[in-house]
T-cell receptor, first 113, second 112 residues
Framework: DGGITQSPKYLFRKEGQNVTLSCEQN?????MYWYRQDPGQGLRLIYY???????QKGDIAEGYSVSREKKESFPLTVTSAQKNPTAFYLC????????????FGPGTRLTVT | GDSVTQMEGPVTLSEEAFLTINCTYT??????LFWYVQYPGEGLQLLLK?????DKGSNKGFEATYRKETTSFHLEKGSVQVSDSAVYFC???????????FGRGTQLTVWP
């Protein structure tokens, strides 16, 4: 089955630790995206990548970092600089430029205490 | 800049009632418009889309028409079911970069 996988589904970390969220897709999509979802705030774009080895900041990139070394993978690192990291994180992908329909993974719920 | 405004919830309906969730947008060009649905604890699923003015997107009994004159894309369903209980997001995409701008979501609960 083609799709997007995110792991783990639930993640717990202590404050001050960096944590990396996994996102893998086997849809052969060029573009990948990371969103953060907080209650009542919709989805906010963290980072996106249109092609391997290239990525751009979204609206709330501070305290996050990404890499895109392979087409199918787009991991997100939540650093200790992120002031409010507890949230639901969603990864998405699309075919690429000019094709805006995005497909979403199941999400990772991160809790930092 | 681009933005989406959708009606605040929660919306609570009885089974077989008519559903409308309002969505209006602001965009500088000619965006594509989407409705996504999120079931509890899951990611988002594309429900329907429209890519140009007067297009009607439809899926699973849901419909929405792209109205350029009123900058709206309201979601409707004639007869809701308990299984339609979810959060619904309106979104737009304008640039070739393909990024989406989302509304805040509307929680729908349908009672039997």
């Amino acid at each position: 089955d083609g799709g997007i996988t995110q792991s783990p589904k639930y993640l717990f970390r202590k404050e001050g630790q960096n944590v990396t969220l996994s996102c893998e897709q086997n849809l052969n999509h060029d573009a990948m995206y990371w969103y953060r979802q907080d209650p009542g705030q919709g989805l906010r774009l963290i980072y996106y990548s249109q092609i391997v080895n290239d990525f751009q900041k979204g609206d709330i990139a501070e305290g996050y970092s990404v890499s895109r070394e392979k087409k199918e993978s787009f991991p997100l690192t939540v650093t200790s600089a992120q002031k409010n990291p507890t949230a639901f994180y969603l990864c998405a992908s699309s075919l690429g430029q000019g094709t805006s329909e995005q497909y979403f993974g199941p999400g990772t719920r991160l809790t930092v205490t | 800049g681009d933005s989406v405004t959708q009606m605040e919830g929660p919306v609570t309906l009885s089974e077989e009632a008519f559903l409308t969730i309002n969505c209006t947008y602001t965009a500088t060009g000619y965006p594509s418009l989407f409705w996504y649905v999120q079931y509890p604890g899951e990611g988002l699923q594309l429900l329907l889309k429209a890519t140009k003015a007067d297009d009607k997107g439809s899926n699973k009994g849901f419909e929405a028409t792209y109205r350029k004159e009123t900058t709206s894309f309201h979601l409707e369903k004639g007869s809701v079911q308990v299984s339609d209980s979810a959060v619904y997001f309106c979104a737009l995409s304008e640039s070739a970069l393909g990024r989406l701008y989302f509304g805040r979501g509307t929680q729908l609960t349908v009672w039997p």
